[in-house]
Structures are given as structure tokens and as C-alpha cells.
T-cell receptor, first 114, second 113 residues
């Protein structure tokens, strides 16, 4: 079963605009990771944020984490048509028994129009 | 460094058959996790192996099993296939500690007829 939810389920924007996706989760976490998936292929890792971090940047990506609200957001700035993909957040539950077990949200389908 | 590789990439089987999927992790990675992705259930964790030992298991029936070899390569097996087993099966590798990123392979798409 899914740990949480992503919002929105689908997002359609024009090239050059910013895209913001949100993720909520239910339990205490060790870290949260964002992945991108193109057309049913493998997942590409974008960024990992630890539970004691509040914000991370990587190129055009900015991720925030609010553990008090159990939520995270992914911002893609100056989007490009090549950013069209599904985006997933995945959490690693806190505690010593979560080895290798990421729990995924349902994903946000992002479409960037040229 | 080569990425995670999975074989085969596509597979068609009929109900009742069994199937074995293979995953080769990134060199130096000792942990391999397996996931099933379907349109209805999304991405779900199957199991994780580290140094040939299963450390974690998801909520799947016993028809789903796996193993890991001494070179960290992993296989998963599904016996008595059902139509609902049609899915994209993804494996991911990492060094094995909690804070490590999991790197995913391209997946094996299984169709059960």
C-alpha cells in the first residue's frame, strides 16, 4: 500500500514555467527521495533529503521537507519539454527494520508543452 | 561505472508458468531491492537482499521469492503465474546503509496471458 499521496495527480504547463509537486506521507521517516520515470521505464534518482534537512537544491530542482507536517515539495524551475515524465516521492521509514524498503507515492504526471 | 542491469527486458508467459528475473547491481553495491509496478497498485516493495540475506520483505504471497548470490547479483522468481502478476518489475541497488540512494534498473516488463 502507498505511504502517502502526491498532489496534483497531473500537471500541465508551458516550457519556461515552474512546476511544483507535493508529497505527503504518514510515518516518521529516515529520508525522502524523489524519482523521475519516463514512459514506464526505470526510475531515475533526482534528489535525497534527510529527515534533519529542510531544503536541498540540485540544478533546477529544489526540494523542501517539513517533517512536522509530514510533507515534501519538489520544484522544477524553468521547465523544459524534456522534463515531461512521472515524478514519484519515496520514503524510507525511520527505525532499524526498513532496510531497502522505499514506500512510494502514486506519482504526479508532468506534461511540459513546447 | 555501469548502472543496474536487468534481464530480460520483456517477457511473455502464460498462467501457471513460472518466471525468473535477474538483476545485476552497480559494482560495489551489496543491497538489491525488488519492486513491482502496476497501474492499479503503483510501486510496491517486494523484498531486499544484502550480502545474500533477505533483510526485508513486503506483503506479497509466497509465490514471489528471491535470492542473492555472492557477487551481489540477485534473482527473483514468481511461480504459478497469475494474470495479475503482469507488471513492470524493477530492481534497485545501493551500498546498503539507510541513508544511501537506491539506483534503479530499466525494469523487466512481464505479461501473463
Amino acid at each position: 500500500s502507498q505511504q502517502g499521496e502526491e498532489d496534483p495527480q497531473a500537471l500541465s504547463i508551458q516550457e519556461g514555467e515552474n512546476a511544483t509537486m507535493n508529497c505527503s506521507y504518514k510515518t516518521s521517516i529516515n529520508n525522502l527521495q524523489w524519482y523521475r520515470q519516463n514512459s514506464g521505464r526505470g526510475l531515475v534518482h533526482l534528489i535525497l533529503i534527510r529527515s534533519n534537512e529542510r531544503e536541498k537544491h540540485s540544478g533546477r530542482l529544489r526540494v523542501t521537507l517539513d517533517t512536522s507536517k509530514k510533507s515534501s515539495s519538489l520544484l522544477i524551475t524553468a521547465s523544459r519539454a524534456a522534463d515531461t515524465a512521472s515524478y514519484f516521492c519515496a520514503t524510507l521509514k525511520a527505525g532499524g527494520t526498513s532496510y531497502g524498503k522505499l514506500t512510494f507515492g502514486q506519482g504526479t504526471i508532468l506534461t511540459v508543452h513546447p | 561505472k555501469a548502472g543496474v542491469t536487468q534481464t530480460p527486458r520483456y517477457l511473455i508467459k502464460t498462467r501457471g508458468q513460472q518466471v525468473t528475473l535477474s538483476c545485476s547491481p552497480i559494482s560495489g553495491h551489496r543491497s538489491v531491492s525488488w519492486y513491482q509496478q502496476t497501474p492499479g497498485q503503483g510501486l510496491q516493495f517486494l523484498f531486499e537482499y544484502f550480502s545474500e540475506t533477505q533483510r526485508n520483505k513486503g506483503n506479497f504471497p509466497g509465490r514471489f521469492s528471491g535470492r542473492q548470490f555472492s557477487n551481489s547479483r540477485s534473482e527473483m522468481n514468481v511461480s504459478t503465474l497469475e494474470l495479475g502478476d503482469s507488471a513492470l518489475y524493477l530492481c534497485a541497488s545501493s551500498k546498503g546503509t539507510a541513508q544511501e540512494t537506491q539506483y534503479f534498473g530499466p525494469g523487466t516488463r512481464l505479461l501473463v496471458l
